[in-house]
């Protein structure tokens, strides 16, 4: 059974840092893109950061761009995406994905996670 389970979420304040997590389950995780979006309340669900199977390639949205880092731990199964100088305007449901491809399209995601709250207050 394939599974993704984020951690990490919180409430912070503006300029604050958090890390979240994603623990996956049920595949050959060193085998898979892994991504992070975002859904903020009331708009579609965004794409955050991707990250290649070795973690040799990255990319992010021009958003978090320079304040957010995403990387994985093939040991661990793990993928994380460490955030800073965190901005009230980054409050959302961080989801991390399984991707076909590397890509930074919601139309290539294979399988979501459940999603964790990240709340940033100004």
């Given at each position: 059974?394939?599974?993704?389970?984020?951690?990490?979420?919180?409430?912070?304040?503006?300029?604050?840092?958090?890390?979240?997590?994603?623990?996956?389950?049920?595949?050959?995780?060193?085998?898979?893109?892994?991504?992070?979006?975002?859904?903020?309340?009331?708009?579609?669900?965004?794409?955050?950061?991707?990250?290649?199977?070795?973690?040799?390639?990255?990319?992010?949205?021009?958003?978090v761009k320079g304040r957010f880092t995403i990387?994985?731990?093939?040991?661990?199964?793990?993928?994380?995406?460490?955030?800073?100088?965190?901005?009230?305007?980054?409050?959302?449901?961080?989801?991390?994905?399984?991707?076909?491809?590397?890509?930074?399209?919601?139309?290539?995601?294979d399988y979501w996670g459940q999603g964790t709250?990240?709340?940033?207050?100004?």
């Amino acid at each position: 059974q394939v599974q993704l389970v984020e951690s990490g979420g919180g409430l912070v304040q503006a300029g604050d840092s958090l890390r979240v997590s994603c623990l996956a389950s049920g595949r050959t995780f060193s085998n898979y893109v892994m991504g992070w979006f975002r859904q903020a309340p009331g708009k579609e669900r965004t794409f955050v950061a991707v990250i290649s199977e070795t973690g040799g390639s990255t990319a992010y949205a021009a958003s978090v761009k320079g304040r957010f880092t995403i990387s994985r731990d093939n040991a661990k199964n793990t993928v994380y995406l460490q955030m800073n100088s965190l901005k009230p305007e980054d409050t959302a449901v961080y989801y991390c994905a399984f991707l076909r491809f590397y890509s930074a399209t919601r139309s290539d995601v294979d399988y979501w996670g459940q999603g964790t709250q990240v709340t940033v207050s100004s």
